[in-house]
DNA sequence: CTAAACTTTCAGTAATATTTGAAAGTTGGC
DNA sequence: GCCAACTTTCAAATATTACTGAAAGTTTAG
């Protein structure tokens, strides 16, 4: 297979996987381009492999820089700026990790405090069901929660690093 | 509060996060929906409390049977069907890793094995750092699936069963 | 067998999300 | 200050996805 065919299915799968799990597919298929090239490159270069406007290639690089997956690269002598992705995998999941929970998990886990909390009229069978339908979900949220705080923390990356090596 | 609205707020925080992680809002209002009524619904109760179309309600609970995480109730002496939802969250959790690693991670899985396999010309520093990607990438995902495999696995609860009791 | 009760399908419509491209904004060298 | 090189923005266009409602299909009781 040629190099080039063989990008081309990876930056596509990439970009799958992506869309399924809440992930714009351009912004992964810029991130696939980036894993895969040894140097930074710029929006240019961005937009002609991927066949994107430049509007495109400069807000999912933004985007990417936002979930700290990508930073920018100042080459010497040129005015124009490059980009290059974190290439560690484990590092890359870590951060998106990261990002997920406080984007979409904490405040789940807020409201569904605050529905806990709120006194609602318990006695009906419909009141008992949903007070321990939001009971269960809110532990079980919580414990998903403060497990990947456990994975966050670098000194406790033996423990996972363990872990992960198992799963082999 | 009064019930009635506390229902609709979570109904709403679980749409919110079904339409993060790709999977669509109507099916996770019907999930939620389910989830805190004591007793089975009809598709005519689904319609009327989501304010959706029959043929809307129809499939996502088709679809939610389709992830098994919803079952048909017959009730005696009705004529139409009822539907009910799986309420451990554990188990919840357990069927929706369950299906998506056999619909998402496992394509993946086979392309980047694929394109691993695929004699790429590696000599180029471009190849190189294809090559070494993919690798990687491949290595980690295959990880996580045999991770998510374990966790599936009956037998080995007690192991993520202390874990998850580890991150109270 | 028939009709009512119910479920499923699906073409058309609506809503949402993504992309474009050109204009506006910014930056750095001279 | 001014211009060229570059980046950012955003309204409009396009593409994608979800939803509706009515018609077609199915089931069951009588």
Do not use: Y
Not at 46 to 75: F, H, P, T, Y
Not at 77 to 86: I, T, V, Y
Not at 109 to 124: I, M, P, T
Request: proline share 2%; no cysteine; charged share 35%.
């Amino acid at each position: 297979m040629k190099l080039d065919e063989a990008k081309r299915q990876f930056i596509e799968t990439w970009g799958t996987l992506g869309s399924e799990w809440g992930i714009n597919r351009s912004m992964a298929q810029v991130h696939a381009l980036l894993l895969i090239s040894p140097e930074p490159l710029s929006t240019e270069d961005i937009m002609e492999e991927l066949n994107i406007s430049r509007g495109n290639a400069n807000m999912n690089v933004r985007d990417l820089m936002n979930w700290n997956l990508v930073q920018k690269n100042l080459v010497a002598g040129e005015r124009k700026e490059f980009f290059s992705a974190e290439k560690d995998i484990w590092e890359i999941a870590r951060r998106i990790a990261k990002e997920r929970k406080k984007r979409e998990i904490e405040p789940v886990l807020n409201k569904l405090k605050q529905l806990q909390d709120a006194e609602v009229d318990a006695k009906s069978a419909k009141g008992k069901e949903f007070k321990k339908t939001v009971d269960n979900i809110h532990d079980f949220v919580e414990r998903m929660d403060k497990g990947v705080d456990m994975a966050l923390r670098a000194d406790e990356n033996w423990f996972f690093g363990t872990l992960f090596k198992l799963m082999k």
